[in-house]
């Protein structure tokens, strides 16, 4: 059975036992509600629960193990003479899986019968032929030793599936029972419904925290992939970046990174003046009527997407500061430059830093700014010296939130700042970011074990422990100084 | 004849009051708050407003440093004087008159900073002070004046946030004071302390009045007898009756002003 027919099994189970548990805790209670220790409606939850949560769990964790299972009993039935030069212990497990796919796809079509699949051992090579036909292609001639395998393969795994769906759909049955006798009018279901309640929200936390460790985890074996076939120190000392398909490539991270940082500060060089300056107008100086068409004007801009802003870049501001500024000055005659995503960058990140210094200006409490006024300060000489100053760990919170945002972007610095990779002060020279190379790295030709590609993984870790320890600064600081007032 | 003893009388009346309040009416937006108060409030004196919550003597506290001007619904009417000017007049700089006119609140708001810049902060502002030495001795000054010297000389540069609530009273107390304010206004300024804190302030407030004139709010009527020397008592946005504080609490002329004190309304 499929896992999605045994989850819709398993739900009817638990809303059947919702219905029958309510109506049960009635009845116990001699249809007065008051004599009930929880209302009736929790103890139909308690038994959804208890049909439905362990019932779930044991399937999630067959899934998980029952792959495990078959394949090291599989794996021990292929001989090494099974195993074709130039081949891995890997590679031929990947053949056995197709293939015992392509046989139950084959079956499912009725390109085969099950007798066929009987004397198939005496003609192996017709089962490539057949399996063509369901759109399954084996590289090479099945050998017999593998193809006893996927048919074991086939074999367990149809049976364990089989035992899967008996022991989930019995211990959702037995589950639902098991909650059904317990109720009586002093069980306390509304305790039940509480801690599922808890759990579920444990639970919803935990898939952002195992996501967050699963990338990393990703990143790390292929970065160390990477890091064996290319040495460290040139990734993180050699200050070219010079990717050859052939081999013989130069992958320096420095000129990566120092675009990659150079953008970021040019983009926040405009965004936080701005930003905080419009946040501080919204926050102490606008009206009501003022604020309420301004703020949302300023927060469209957060929404444009970042392919829009880079067009922007590339169309409108690239040629306009090529013309205007660079090459009067005679810094560069090129449209794509740091500055021009610099710039656009910086726009994009104007609402970040002024809708979350506006919000953290608007927490400072209205004491403090009496306090200042009522000792004869300016308006302008409090925000300098009393609501800025309480507001500052919050402000550098959302300044340190829009660098990693910086840090991350890639579409505007892309068509802005030209994807060469180079180290240079100039900020009218074409630049480009870690980001940018990853994409470039990973869409080309190259075969995906060469370190050109690789490093993509290599820089992908990078850039996530810059931002992480943005991120953490932020956090600490936020922290530190957030007590200051209250 | 007869007109000419009463302005006379008039002129003597202003040379001794500090403030002199004719007619006020405050309006927050169509709710009319205040309703024509007279007051006149003497120099080096303790006048202690008495009333139930929202009669408005909050509101004109406020009144006699234009804070409320920094609400956008307010409007004030009538005329008010410190030392016969009027502080509404045009010429007035409301930011110049509130350090005049010095204000403590009823919470404690220390500035998020050190004990020493919550003081310096007015002096610095009105460049009072020529030399750090100078700011020194201006701080230490107000600290003393403020009660809480001997508490904090040691730890100057410690956020003033972390001192305790009476602590911080005080220390709002001694930031008003350093200003050097002729007027020092009080909202409240015991209704988040303990009894101890309390009456630590209240010593304090009497020792102001050797130097400045101190309008204080209050809900407590026992607060109001043991600080003062005049009390106004207010009642539903009208001055009901003011006089010497022990003729108000032993001797009320109005009977609403008998019910309040002895517990009847309020």
């Known amino acids: 059975m499929a896992v999605g027919l045994i989850t819709l099994i398993v739900l009817l189970i638990g809303a059947a036992g919702f219905v029958a548990g309510r109506s049960r805790a009635l009845t116990t209670a001699g249809g007065d509600i008051r004599k009930l220790h929880s209302l009736p409606g929790y103890s139909g939850q308690a038994v959804l629960v208890f049909a439905v949560a362990p019932a779930l769990i044991l399937m999630a964790f067959w899934l998980v193990f029952q792959p495990l299972y078959v394949e090291t009993r599989v794996a021990g039935m292929i001989d090494a003479a099974d195993i074709a030069e130039g081949s891995s212990q890997n590679l031929v497990m990947s053949d056995v899986r197709r293939i015992a796919t392509g046989l139950d796809a084959a079956i499912g079509q009725g390109v085969l019968s099950a007798d066929d699949l009987a004397r198939i051992h005496a003609a192996p090579d017709d089962i490539r032929s057949r399996l063509g036909e369901v759109g399954i292609a084996v590289g090479s001639d099945i050998r017999p030793g593998v193809l006893r395998a996927a048919e074991e393969y086939r074999r367990v795994t149809g049976m364990l599936r089989g035992a899967m769906s008996v022991a989930v759909i019995g211990l959702s049955l037995a589950g639902a029972a098991f909650a059904y006798t317990r109720l009586s009018p002093e069980f306390r279901a509304r305790n039940v419904s509480e801690t599922a309640v808890r759990m579920l929200l444990l639970l919803a936390s935990c898939v952002a925290i195992l996501t967050t460790a699963g990338i990393v985890l990703s990143l790390l074996f292929e970065s160390a992939h990477f890091f064996r076939l290319y040495p460290w120190q040139d990734f993180l000392f050699n200050a070219t970046w010079n990717p050859q398909f052939r081999g013989g490539s130069d992958l320096g991270i420095l000129p990566l990174l120092w675009g990659t940082l150079y953008v970021s500060f040019v983009a926040l060089l405009f965004a936080v003046p701005i930003g905080l300056m419009a946040a501080i107008y919204m926050a102490e100086y606008a009206t009501r009527r003022v604020r309420s068409v301004v703020k949302p004007l300023i927060e469209i801009l957060a929404g444009i997407p970042t392919i829009v802003y880079g067009l922007f870049a590339l169309i409108t501001v690239g040629p306009l500061l090529r013309d205007y500024f660079a090459e009067p000055m005679g810094l560069g005659n090129s449209s794509s430059s740091v500055m021009t995503a610099g710039l656009v960058m910086g726009i994009m990140l104007i609402p970040f830093v002024s809708s979350l210094s506006d919000d953290i200006i608007n927490a400072v409490p209205q004491s403090l700014r009496d306090g200042s006024y009522g000792l004869g300060a300016t308006k302008s000489e409090t925000i300098r010296q009393v609501i800025v100053p309480a507001a500052l760990p919050g402000v550098i919170g959302a300044i340190l939130l829009a660098a990693s945002r910086a840090i991350g972007e890639t579409m505007i610095v892309v068509m802005g700042a030209g994807a060469s990779a180079k180290l240079s002060v100039n900020p009218f020279e074409a630049m480009t970011t870690i980001t940018v190379k990853i994409v470039s790295q990973l869409t080309g030709d190259t075969e995906f074990a060469s370190p050109e590609t690789l490093v993509a993984f290599a820089l992908g870790l990078s850039l996530f422990v810059v931002t992480l320890g943005l991120n953490i600064l932020a956090l600490w600081i936020v922290r530190r100084y957030r007590e200051q007032y209250e | ?266």
């Open chain 2, 1 to 266: 004849m007869n007109e000419m003893r009463l302005t006379e009388r008039e002129d003597v009346t202003m040379a001794e009051s500090k403030i002199s309040a004719r007619g006020v009416q405050v309006y927050y937006g169509d709710n009319h708050a205040i309703k024509d108060v007279d007051v006149d409030i003497q120099d080096k004196t303790v006048t202690a407003f008495i009333g139930p919550s929202g009669c408005g003597k909050s509101t004109f506290l406020r009144c006699l440093n234009r804070m409320n001007d920094t609400i956008d619904i307010c409007r004030v009417e009538g005329d008010i004087r410190l030392d016969n000017e009027d502080i509404y007049d045009k010429r007035v700089d409301p930011v110049q008159l509130r350090a005049k006119v010095g204000m403590v609140f009823q919470k404690p708001n220390p500035f998020p900073k050190s004990i020493y810049d919550n003081v310096a902060y007015g002096p610095r502002i009105h460049g009072l002070a020529r030399s750090k030495a100078e700011l020194d001795e201006i701080v230490e000054k107000s600290l003393r004046r403020g009660a809480i010297w001997d508490e904090v000389k040691d730890r100057l540069h410690a956020p003033g946030t972390g001192l305790s609530g009476g602590q911080q009273q005080r220390l709002c107390i001694a930031r008003a004071v350093a200003t050097e304010p002729e007027v020092l206004l009080m909202d409240e300024p015991c209704s988040a302390l303990d009894p101890i804190a309390t009456s630590q302030v209240e010593e304090l407030i009497s020792e102001l009045k050797e130097n400045f004139s101190v309008v204080i709010v209050t809900h407590s009527m026992q607060q109001a007898a043991r600080v003062s020397q005049k009390t106004a008592f207010f009642h539903l946005g009208v001055l009901v009756e003011y006089g010497e504080t022990a003729q108000i609490f032993t001797n009320p002329r109005d009977p609403r002003t008998e019910s309040y004190i002895t517990g009847r309304i309020g």
